[in-house]
């Protein structure tokens, strides 16, 4: 019983912590354009994969592989 002492008062504040966290996220635009930012991440990877393939020495073996 006397544990309810410590777990609600930890709880409570866990929950406040967690409010003004998603409070700041809101007020700092990262909720704002969700779509944008999956498009984002795939034309990121996009970009990634265009370069290694026009890497020089892409697609070559490396001498001291067998």
């Known amino acids: 019983m006397e544990v ?3 777990l609600i008062p930890v709880s409570v504040l ?5 409010v003004g966290v998603f409070g700041w996220a809101i007020n700092n635009g990262q909720l ?3 779509e944008r930012e999956g498009v984002r991440i795939l034309e990121e990877a996009a970009g990634v994969d265009e370069g290694q393939s ?3 020495g892409a697609g070559k073996e ?3 592989s067998n």
Do not use: G
């Not at 866990?14 to 967690?18: E, K, R, S």
């Open 4 to 6: 309810l002492y410590l």
């Open 14 to 18: 866990l929950v406040l912590v967690i």
């Open 32 to 34: 704002e354009d969700l």
């Open 54 to 56: 026009s890497a020089p």
């Open 62 to 64: 490396s001498p001291s």
